[in-house]
C-alpha cells in the first residue's frame, strides 16, 4: 500500500510512538570506557575531557563507571621505561598488572579488559618485536604478546584483548593461558583493526606513534572488506570468544558484515580520532555534542555492534539516563 493510504509519520508523531517502534536501543550497559594509566596524572591535548590517570585516579574512575552502570574499563598502560622487546608489558608489577588489581581490589564488579599490545613498551614504538634488519617479526612476537595475556590474567584481568594484529596470535594467547590455568578468560580479538589515521590522538595519549615507518605492514588496508572477514574467522578459529571491528564509523559496512558472517559477540572501537573530531567541532559550535553522541552510538549499535569501546562512554550513560 503507498501514500495515502501508507503514513510512516504516523508513527513518529509522539515520543511515545517512536519509543515503541524504536529498533535499535543504547544503554550505559553496552559501553567500554578506557582508561590511559601512566605514574602521574595528565589531560590529553587532542582528547579533551581524557587524562592519562595515575593508578589511584583510575580506582576512583572506575568507582564512577560502576555508579553510571558501564560494566567494563578496557585499561592501557604508559610505562616509564620503554626497551627494544617491550618487556614493561609483561611485568607482573607492571603500570596495567598494578592497576587492573587495585581497580579488582576495590570495584571487584566492574570488568577490567586490559588491552595487549607491545607498542606502548616498546622504544621503536611498533606492535611487535623487530628483526634485524628492522621489520616487525610476527612468529617472534607471539611469545611476548603470550606472556603478557598470562601476566595480566594473573593480575586478574577479566578479558584479554590483543591489538597488535599479528598472525597467529589469537591462538597462541589461547594456548598460553589454557597451559597456566586461565581457560575461563575470554580473549577479544581485535580481529578487523584497520590501519587508520583516527588513531592519531590515541598515539599523543599513549605515547605509541612509532618511532620510524608505520603500521601497514600488519593493520589493514581501509579498502578491504572481504579480508576483514577473513581475519574475523581465522580468529574465531583460533579461539576468540569476542570479535572487534576498529574504527567504527568509517567502518559501518564491516561491522554490518561481520554481524551477519558470525553469532560471536562483536565489539566496536569508536576510536580517539572520531572522538576528537566530535569534541572540537562541539567546541567550535559546529555540533551539539549530546546529540551527536547519542546519534553515533546508535548508530554503531544499529549497524550490528553488541559493545562500543568509547571514550564518550561516561558521558553517553549520563545523558541516556536523563
Ligand atoms: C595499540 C592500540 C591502538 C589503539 C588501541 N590499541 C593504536 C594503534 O594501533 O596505533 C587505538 C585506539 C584509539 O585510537 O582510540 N595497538
Ligand atoms: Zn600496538
Same mark, same amino acid.
Given at each position: 500500500?503507498?501514500?495515502?493510504?501508507?503514513?510512516?509519520?504516523?508513527?513518529? +508523531?509522539?515520543? #511515545?510512538?517512536?519509543?515503541?517502534? /524504536?529498533?535499535?536501543?543504547?544503554?550505559?550497559?553496552?559501553?567500554?570506557?578506557?582508561?590511559?594509566?601512566?605514574?602521574?596524572?595528565? #589531560?590529553?591535548?587532542? =582528547?579533551?575531557?581524557?587524562?592519562?590517570?595515575?593508578?589511584?585516579?583510575?580506582?576512583?574512575?572506575?568507582?564512577?563507571?560502576?555508579?553510571?552502570?558501564?560494566?567494563?574499563?578496557?585499561?592501557?598502560?604508559?610505562?616509564?621505561?620503554?626497551?627494544?622487546?617491550?618487556?614493561?608489558?609483561?611485568?607482573?608489577? *607492571?603500570? $596495567?598488572?598494578?592497576?587492573?588489581?587495585?581497580?579488582?581490589?576495590?570495584?571487584?564488579?566492574?570488568? $577490567? $579488559?586490559?588491552?595487549?599490545?607491545?607498542?606502548?613498551?616498546?622504544?621503536?614504538?611498533?606492535?611487535?618485536?623487530?628483526?634485524?634488519?628492522?621489520?616487525?617479526?610476527?612468529?617472534?612476537?607471539?611469545?611476548?604478546?603470550?606472556?603478557?595475556?598470562?601476566?595480566?590474567?594473573?593480575? *586478574?584481568?577479566?578479558?584479554? #584483548?590483543?591489538?597488535? =594484529?599479528?598472525?597467529?596470535?589469537?591462538?597462541?594467547? +589461547?594456548?598460553?593461558?589454557?597451559?597456566?590455568?586461565?581457560?575461563?578468560?575470554?580473549? =577479544?580479538?581485535?580481529?578487523?583493526?584497520?590501519?587508520?589515521?583516527?588513531?592519531?590522538?590515541?598515539?599523543?595519549?599513549? *605515547?605509541?606513534?612509532? #618511532?620510524?615507518?608505520?603500521?601497514?605492514?600488519?593493520?589493514?588496508?581501509?579498502?578491504?572488506?572481504?579480508?576483514?572477514?577473513?581475519?574475523?574467522?581465522?580468529?574465531?578459529?583460533?579461539?576468540?570468544?569476542?570479535?572487534?571491528?576498529?574504527?567504527?564509523?568509517?567502518?559501518?559496512?564491516?561491522?554490518?558484515?561481520? /554481524?551477519?558472517?558470525?553469532?560471536?559477540?562483536?565489539?566496536?572501537?569508536?576510536?580517539?580520532?572520531?572522538?576528537?573530531?566530535?569534541?572540537?567541532?562541539?567546541?567550535?559550535?559546529?555540533?551539539?555534542?549530546?546529540?551527536?553522541?547519542?546519534?553515533?552510538?546508535?548508530?554503531?549499535? +544499529?549497524? *550490528?555492534?553488541?559493545?562500543?569501546?568509547?571514550?564518550?562512554?561516561?558521558?553517553?550513560?549520563?545523558?541516556?539516563?536523563?
Amino acid at each position: 500500500m503507498a501514500f495515502p493510504d501508507t503514513r510512516l509519520r504516523r508513527l513518529r +508523531r509522539t515520543a #511515545a510512538l517512536r519509543g515503541l517502534v /524504536r529498533e535499535t536501543d543504547l544503554s550505559p550497559a553496552h559501553l567500554i570506557s578506557p582508561m590511559f594509566i601512566a605514574s602521574s596524572g595528565a #589531560a590529553i591535548a587532542l =582528547m579533551p575531557g581524557v587524562s592519562r590517570l595515575a593508578i589511584e585516579d583510575a580506582v576512583r574512575e572506575a568507582g564512577e563507571l560502576v555508579a553510571l552502570g558501564i560494566p567494563a574499563t578496557i585499561l592501557f598502560g604508559i610505562p616509564d621505561e620503554k626497551d627494544a622487546d617491550g618487556s614493561g608489558a609483561w611485568d607482573d608489577d *607492571g603500570i $596495567v598488572q598494578l592497576a587492573t588489581r587495585a581497580i579488582k581490589a576495590a570495584h571487584p564488579e566492574l570488568l $577490567v $579488559v586490559t588491552d595487549l599490545c607491545l607498542c606502548e613498551y616498546t622504544s621503536h614504538g611498533h606492535c611487535g618485536v623487530l628483526t634485524t634488519d628492522g621489520r616487525v617479526d610476527n612468529d617472534a612476537s607471539l611469545e611476548l604478546l603470550a606472556r603478557t595475556a598470562v601476566s595480566q590474567a594473573r593480575a *586478574g584481568a577479566d578479558v584479554i #584483548a590483543p591489538s597488535d =594484529m599479528m598472525d597467529g596470535r589469537v591462538g597462541a594467547i +589461547r594456548a598460553e593461558l589454557d597451559a597456566d590455568g586461565f581457560a575461563e578468560t575470554p580473549i =577479544m580479538a581485535y580481529s578487523a583493526k584497520f590501519a587508520s589515521a583516527f588513531y592519531g590522538p590515541f598515539r599523543e595519549a599513549a *605515547g605509541s606513534a612509532p #618511532a620510524f615507518g608505520d603500521r601497514r605492514g600488519y593493520q589493514m588496508d581501509p579498502a578491504n572488506a572481504r579480508e576483514a572477514l577473513r581475519e574475523v574467522e581465522l580468529d574465531i578459529a583460533e579461539g576468540a570468544d569476542i570479535v572487534l571491528v576498529k574504527p567504527a564509523l568509517p567502518y559501518l559496512d564491516v561491522i554490518r558484515a561481520v /554481524r551477519e558472517l558470525t553469532r560471536l559477540p562483536l565489539a566496536a572501537y569508536n576510536v580517539g580520532g572520531e572522538y576528537a573530531m566530535v569534541k572540537f567541532a562541539a567546541a567550535a559550535g559546529a555540533l551539539d555534542e549530546r546529540q551527536t553522541v547519542l546519534e553515533t552510538l546508535t548508530a554503531i549499535r +544499529r549497524a *550490528g555492534a553488541d559493545m562500543i569501546i568509547t571514550y564518550h562512554a561516561k558521558d553517553a550513560a549520563g545523558w541516556i539516563a536523563q
